[in-house]
């Protein structure tokens, strides 16, 4: 049993098989040995990465293939460190060390969890707390590793380094992902930080950038794109070789719709086993739920083009042949299997459950986050509205790509494994005075129809569906509608090949949300791209997308 336990805990980590003896899970109640247990798997992870021989890198290099264009990175959300610059006497003897991220997010937040809470949630502006500052991390560092053994860009970049890459030609940009996007700039000047960088990129190496984003770094760079384009028309073609987007949620994530409504965020992938642990065990369900609606970039991911898109009670695109007789369509993105107990509630489709999420999270946080993001779909996405309005920025279906007829877009991410896609709801009954009005309903267990514990799957990369990963790449942007300027959009599946059973992090055949990032062939074919070695060619997915 402890070795099982291990194996779960280890899974921030690369090892399959560690004794570690007395180590008992029962222990883990307490803070203090759980940080102390921690300490100790941290010395064995870092004992145990040893160099891969036949990693991607090393192969294309011993090809003679070197480095040409130069590479920017830009991470997903949770996945770059935030440091602490300023805030509560508490968090004093933490300056600029990380409060996510690293063994100091763990000792706060073991030891100190009010504290910690305090520093990482944003004020109802979508702002810095009055007296708080937290600011992401800077350089390789912040988003290579999340946790010691964890790795998001750990691995491409070293693969990258193998083909030449240094810092003068290799950049990391990292950002606060709890943010708003349009605060992005309001408070950091991020955007103008990235466009400075890469401009002098530029310079230095007498080349276009290649933009590599992962996750809802994607939906970031498409507001990049935007932002850039409408104070300095042209930059664009002019600057930007390729972006190679790497999972990109482009119509959102239907998980996000259940974080918003009920703060339930099992199962998140880019969490990893210890945050998951923490967030469940040690934040009550008030405190969690009131966080992680604090962080509103998540509403960049609410689910894009409601009903046309994500289908209506009588069918939706992604429909799955079922394994009985019974047909369950993912139409019903929310579901009550009980409607009398859940005071009349019917089934929703996208639309009614977008109403609903607005209702449920009230009149002033639903004007920001309609303020700051559309989510319906335009047949006229040229107008000047669409051009100068930011909250259709990170909308593909309500704009259009830039006047960048020269630039190349690449969508790479994973298929083939279990992806949330409809839930089961139910009436919540109140604890210690404090009510969330609904949530998920876990007693649902429906395996004829791939729903367990109140969550109906479908196609995806385990973290983000098949439909938001997809039809803008093999469709959408195929139209003049969403691609007047006649950008090339190259689209490549990977489809999902489970590693050794004792494999924590997938093996390098993964095609997870996360464990992408260490996929070989796609280390490969990311790598390519900058080198100009070689162009992937475009790879239609074979799956009725056709909204």
Known sequence: EDTYLWRQFAKLGELSQVEIPGFDMENLKNSNVLYTHYKTISTFI??????????????????????????????????SGLEFWNGEPCAKKYFRQRMWGTLTMMETLLLNSTCWINHMKLSDSGLDPPGIKMRSASGFESADYLFPGYWVWGKFIENIADVGYLPKNLLMAPYDWRLPLRHLEVRDSYFLWLKTNIEL??????????????????????YFLHWVELIQPGWVDLNIESLVSIGGPWLG???????????????????????????????????RLDLLRSWTSLGSMLPKGGNKIWGTKDGAPDDRVLKSDSRRTFGHQISFTNVSANDGQSNKTMEEAIEWLWKVLGEERSAQLKDWYSLGVSTSPTSKKHATEDKYWTNPLESVLPNAPNMKIYCLYGIGRQTER?????????????????????????????????????????????????YMCVEGWKKKTYNPHNVKVITKEYFHQQGRPLSLRGGPGSADHVDIMGNHQLIEDVITIPVSYTHLRAHETGRNLVC
């Open 253 to 287: 994530c239907p998980k996000v719709l259940t974080t918003f409504l009920s703060g339930e965020v099992k199962d998140t992938a880019q969490f990893g086993f210890l945050a998951n642990y923490m967030m469940d065990n040690i934040i009550n369900w008030k405190d």
């Open 201 to 222: 990129q530029i310079k230095m190496n007498q080349q276009k950038s290649v933009i590599v984003s992962h996750s809802m770094g994607s939906n970031v760079i498409l």
């Open 46 to 79: 870092d004992r145990a990465r040893m160099e891969d021989p036949v990693r991607p890198g090393l192969l294309l290099s011993n090809r003679g293939i070197k480095g040409k264009f130069p590479v920017v990175m830009v991470p997903g959300v949770v996945s």
């Open 422 to 470: 409809a839930s089961f709801y139910t009436k919540r009954e109140a604890e210690d005075g404090w009510q969330v009005p609904y949530s998920l309903d876990t007693g649902v267990l429906l395996p004829e129809q791939d729903c367990a514990f109140g969550i109906q799957d479908g196609e995806g990369d385990g973290t983000v569906s098949l439909l938001s990963l997809g």
